[in-house]
């Protein structure tokens, strides 16, 4: 694994000297910690990385950041170019006839050209934009710094941050409540997605005459990122409205724009701009489950992914209705993808229940006044469901967890970014389909 | 349906004055929270039934837990009739020839007979038991109906006890630890089970020469049941060894006794021999996962049941061994078992997070301090679960929810017991199954 050799490079330079502020070496589990953090873009953090690490530990971080995005963004897009190979011969034409897609028929160099392309041109408007803000504040080379690393941390779903209390202080900025929101959406939403959103942008340009025919992955994505955006928003706004530790004191305009920078962030970049500690147990449920839900495929968040969610709200619908098939914007679901998904939630339900468990007994016994300091399990879960779909946020408990428990969460963070499937794969062994045909029987459900 | 029109009446029964010890007309909310606790064999309470009811109240709760146990036996019995009339005609008829099931050509009226007859036996059985352990401490009369309330409140899975702190003082008793998961074993495994176990013994008693062919369903909820209960053992053994709050200071024998009789009950039944709210937190997310597994189907139990589960775990190792279709014990599952599947636990996990949610909001605004005092919002997920599951364990706040909560675990209570998928449909209303065929479309997941 890629993944593997870029943590471990990152572990060994974030430990040399000249990477902290004070200039001795690092602790091990801090460094591998931060590294993998940095590489899996989960932004977890064991120190605080503006004023523990030095410019060179933060440039290595940010470069860790930039290449575990990029290279997890240019593998998943890879796999939709296998996966466009097995589409219905037909349906290809009508989507290749509209769309064009480079990444349909250009070779693979041109592929990961148009990615590396596509970051720059969004982290470049998201530095000009934020250097806007943070010159002000910082003066020129301080706020330039700043904004290399914030608008390259959001666009790769990262969450690190400068600020001891991410971005709590510009909580009332319109600039960076809409930057950094834009950067972590066209991030997580996936190569794919917005190379259709830019086909259809140079034929409205262009004024072609031909129908424009969306593919399904870009028709789901898009309806349910939308959903889950407005919902959210709607959600936090209700929920923290009277929280004086979070929004409670905010104006009206204030209280809607930091529920709609959470309601992004959230669901998998992981900056924050009100303290999550403080927010209200319902307000932690609702997170919780955003993180879980996380982004798209082939973008660079994590989560089990809008897609997957999609099809399991299907199958239910089509159990409902009667129906033996899921159908998705008037196409058939095929199998084999509906038990991919299941084993995707199953796969990952297990894994942030077991690793919860797991550290839930190692901090039991080997610091039984961990949870006597009025620490729950729910914010384990909190940590382990944030680590495995890559997200960042913290109820503030991971740097006084056990070193086991670190390693658990190290554990985490890489299972959830190689993908829950990849991993239970490789436990697993090699095994061969089978291939004998056995008779159809039924048992009871529910 | 009939369910609410018996929690209807024992309500009304229960709010009598005849039916409290103190002799005053009843709450409404305390009797409606018992009567429907009660015919859906979940066994939350929110007074202490011992204490709280009269011998007449307590009469009315046995006998909703009967009707409310049978009927539910019943009803998802005939279903399975019904899914047997589907089967595939070659092997319905191997089974017929080795099992010579009455409930296949049966009436529904020996399908009944059958059932309470099954009931009664077990039900006998277990009076029989426990009045031996319970007439030594508490005489005759006394020992007669604990013994009788208590057979019939564990073969339900109900999970109510007269006394008010469960089995806690009979952790050490052989008899109690042995009567008592056995009948909710028996009474969570199913009918169908129960009969095809019962024809085996007579296969063999009469030294038939046929080779014994076991339904699909048998050897599902057989092998998946006795994993659980073996691991649910051991790791409660494991976790809560040390804790002087539960195990930590009984006998080896002790620690393995109660950790068996917690892994029985955990599932579905809701009694306990330890103090739930002083389990580790570890143990506390055990229990809660083995109570949203619960039993099998057409049992007394809840929960999404051992089949669902196997399903879910099946489609996991198809995905990863590369396979297409999910098979267990040679026989492939159809799609549409596959989707109700996903659909059971998609549903359900949806109502445990909504109802959580809205409890926890609801309690932070009518009943700030609620949290205050040390609640977390993981006891009331755990509360939440316990009533989905028609379980009944508690950590002990169902009592001190405010009123809107506690209609709320009714509400989940309810749905919980007639099923998630028949909530659902009644919400979304009529539908009818689409005719139309769409082309398929694949897109990425995980
Ligand atoms: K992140
Ligand atoms: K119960």
Same mark, same amino acid.
Do not use: D, R
């Given at each position: 694994m890629g993944f593997l050799a870029v943590i471990t490079v990152g572990t060994l330079l974030l430990m040399l000297p000249f990477a902290t502020n004070d200039g001795s070496w690092n602790n091990p589990l801090v460094a591998l910690f931060t590294s993998t953090s940095a590489v899996c873009v989960t932004g977890l953090i064991v120190v605080d990385t503006g004023s523990y690490f030095s410019f060179w530990g933060q440039l290595i971080i940010l470069l860790l950041i930039q290449v575990g995005g990029l290279g997890y963004m240019t593998t998943t897009t890879f796999l939709i170019l296998l996966l466009g190979r097995r589409f219905d011969l037909r349906q290809k034409l009508a989507i290749q006839e509209s769309f064009d897609r480079p990444f349909l028929h250009g070779n693979s160099q041109t592929l990961i050209r148009s990615i590396i392309a596509t970051t720059l041109i969004f982290e470049i408007f998201g530095i000009i934009l934020m250097f806007n803000v943070f010159s002000q504040k910082y003066g020129t080379s301080q706020g330039l710094w700043l904004a290399i690393f914030h608008s390259i941390s959001a666009w790769n779903n990262a969450g690190f941050s400068l600020f001891p209390d991410s971005l709590m202080n510009f909580y009332d900025s319109w600039i960076i409540n809409f930057t950094v929101p834009l950067l972590i959406i066209f991030g997580g939403i996936g190569y794919q997605v917005i190379m259709e959103l830019y086909m259809t942008i140079v034929h409205f340009v262009t004024n072609k005459q031909e129908r424009l025919v969306f593919s399904l992955n870009f028709k789901v994505v898009i309806s349910t990122t939308a959903i889950l955006l407005i919902a959210g928003t709607l959600i936090f706004f209700i929920i923290e409205y009277a929280n004086p530790d979070t929004f409670g004191n905010l104006s009206f305009e204030g209280k809607l724009l930091t529920a709609w920078f959470q309601s992004v962030t959230t669901r998998t970049a992981g900056f924050n701009s009100i303290d999550i500690g403080k927010m209200t147990f319902a307000g932690l449920f609702l997170t919780m489950g955003f993180m879980f =839900?996380?982004?798209? $495929?082939?973008?660079?968040?994590?989560? =089990?992914k809008t897609t997957t969610l999609r099809i399991l709200f299907n199958c239910t619908r089509s159990v409902l209705r009667g129906n033996d098939e899921v159908v998705m914007f008037r196409r058939e679901i095929p199998v084999p993808l509906i038990l991919k998904a299941v084993a995707v939630v199953f796969g990952? !339900?297990?894994?942030?229940? &077991?690793i919860t468990f797991l550290i839930s007994l190692n901090e039991g016994i080997v610091n039984p006044s961990f949870f006597d300091s009025g620490v729950s399990s729910l914010q384990v879960l909190f940590e382990v469901i944030s680590a495995?779909? !890559?997200?960042? &946020?913290? !109820?503030?408990? !991971?740097?006084?967890?056990? $070193? =086991?428990s670190q390693l658990l969460l190290i554990l985490t963070m890489y299972t959830g970014r190689v993908g829950i499937l990849l991993f239970m794969a490789a436990i697993a062994g090699e095994t061969r389909p089978r291939v004998v045909q056995y008779p159809e029987e039924t048992l009871l459900v529910g």
């Open positions: =839900i996380g982004a798209s $495929p082939s973008g660079t968040g994590g989560g =089990i990952s !339900t297990n894994m942030v229940v &077991l495995f779909a !890559t997200v960042g &946020l913290s !109820t503030g408990i !991971t740097a006084s967890l056990s $070193p =086991i």
